[in-house]
């Protein structure tokens, strides 16, 4: 019996990776239900490697690549790409973004309003990544618990793992080297006036702002830079400064009823990776950070194949101790 302590995004991809693979696995989580505990909750989503290397190393894009497809097996994921675009003030942002990302094209302003009505005459150029994609994390993390439960996984809810565990998922509450913790903000928005279809990222030299569509008049918004070591609620200052982006992208944004406001603290490593590292005798994979539903595919088989190799190899020790 393989065992995970934590049932958010790591613990739960692993276990699924796990038990592809063959293995019974068990999963303890401390709260009373799954999402409950979870950074996750706050994320905006996205499967956007490409944008995402604009400040991050090569590797989230090979590691994430695929993850549109792993999650498309798994829960519901729009495939519409992500748009790009920048108030023509802060034009230089957009060919900057252009000049650090890849896999994008530019488009005018007569191709944004085909792809986006809502932004239309609003911006004169923008960036179209069209192989990116983007999930709804919360209804992702329900969806990815049934796969597990589905695979005959076994999820224990409220308890606490036991102090010896095949793998560590715990997030902030792991005892792991080289941690920190970069604070994540965003807003869910109602706004039926506005039909926005895709991930749309507004460059700023200060705030940039990314608005992922829900559904049913209803957005996620949240900025790459608001970040900070701070548990406090979302400050009036920060959400102002989102509330404002919004209103840039489409000035029917000001009516938008708030539905939440939150702010979690991620886990990262200094180079903004995932590892996975041995720690207090335990495997730990951790330090999701801002890229959890991008990476965590890549990284959970990676963990599965690892803790698997581990177990043959104990598994073979034993055997050729009892025979001799």
Same mark, same amino acid.
């Given at each position: ?15 699924? /990776?796990?038990? &592809? ?10 709260? +009373? ?69 890849? #896999? ?11 792809? /986006? ?34 695979? @005959? ?20 509450? #792991? ?11 965003? #807003? ?37 830079? %608001? ?6 609620? +979302? ?27 939150? #702010? ?12 996975? %590292?041995?720690?207090? @005798? ?18 959970? %088989? ?14 073979? &020790? ?7």
């Amino acid at each position: 019996m393989i065992t995970i302590a934590g049932a958010g995004l790591a613990g739960l991809s692993s276990a699924l /990776e796990l038990a &592809r693979r063959g293995a019974a696995v068990r999963v303890f989580e401390a709260n +009373p239900s799954i999402g409950a505990g979870s950074v996750s909750r706050f994320a905006g989503g996205m499967l956007a490697p490409w944008c995402e290397r604009e400040s991050a190393d090569e590797a989230v894009v090979t590691l994430g690549a695929q993850a549109a497809d792993w999650w498309g097996r798994i829960t519901q994921v729009s495939r519409l790409g992500t748009l790009v675009v920048a108030p023509t003030r802060d034009s230089a942002e957009l060919t900057r973004f252009s000049r650090r990302t890849s #896999a994008h094209r530019a488009v005018d302003q007569a191709e944004i309003t085909t792809l /986006e009505p809502a932004l239309a005459g609003r911006f004169s150029h923008g960036l179209l990544y069209e192989q990116e994609a983007h999930l709804n994390p919360r209804m992702a993390l329900l969806d990815l618990a049934k796969a597990v439960k589905d695979l @005959g996984v076994e999820i224990v809810l409220g308890t606490k793992a036991p102090a010896q565990v095949d793998l560590d998922c715990t997030g902030a509450s #792991a005892s792991v080297t080289d941690l920190r913790f970069v604070r994540g903000e965003m #807003a869910i928005l109602s706004c039926p006036e506005v039909a926005i279809n895709r991930t749309v990222r507004l460059l700023h030299p200060r705030i940039p702002l990314y608005v992922v569509p829900r559904g049913e008049g209803v957005y996620m918004i949240g900025a790459t830079m %608001v970040e900070s070591t701070s548990t406090r609620p +979302p400050t009036l200052r920060s959400l102002s400064e989102l509330f404002n982006a919004a209103f840039t992208l489409n000035p029917a944004f000001a009516e938008a009823a708030v539905i939440e406001t939150g #702010a979690g603290l991620r886990p990262a490593f200094p180079d903004n990776l995932p590892r996975l %590292v041995k720690n207090d @005798g335990r495997l730990h994979f951790n330090g999701l950070y801002r890229h959890g539903f991008l990476l965590a595919p890549a990284l959970a %088989v990676q963990a599965a194949q690892l803790i698997l190799s581990e177990t043959s190899h104990a598994n073979h &020790r034993q055997s050729n101790t009892a025979n001799h």
